[in-house]
């Protein structure tokens, strides 16, 4: 999604800051070198977040002692803080988690274009294992590149 279309559907959905947002986004998942040029692997993320959320009012942010609205990398977008990030000449959309079980994000998985089970992807052996050992630090915020994002909010 380019910056302009993303800042539309922000203002045509009524997204506020700090709102519970229904958002689909999308990564590629890292494969082996052998396997780089002939697969295309996806996941596809589809959940509830929140975005423009003051990072300072968020409990786990603030026991670590971390400065809320600081970066470790980038800037915040000028009228978008809290929500957009500029870096290296793209953009990322910042999230936060909901913590709520029943906005617990679902994962599917895209092999070339069609779905399959994470099980079958794991069988294949294609993708780097690290790629499914990385749950081990988990924060409440995180960030997803805009041109990966796929829809935002209920139509």
Known sequence: MELGQFEALLAQK??????FTSIIWQSDVTL?????????????TQGVARLGVNYGHIK???????EPQSLPYGAWKKGKENIIIEHNGGYQLRMTKT????????VAYYLNGVEIAKDKLQEMNVVVPSYWDRGGHETPVFNVKL?????????
């Open 14 to 19: 009524a997204v506020k800051k700090g709102c």
């Open 32 to 44: 082996r070198a052998a396997y780089k040029d002939s697969y295309d692997i996806k996941k596809v």
């Open 60 to 66: 786990e942010i603030r026991e670590r002692g971390t």
């Open 99 to 106: 913590n709520n079980f029943r906005h617990k994000g679902k």
């Open 147 to 155: 041109e990966n994002v796929l829809k935002i909010g209920r139509e």
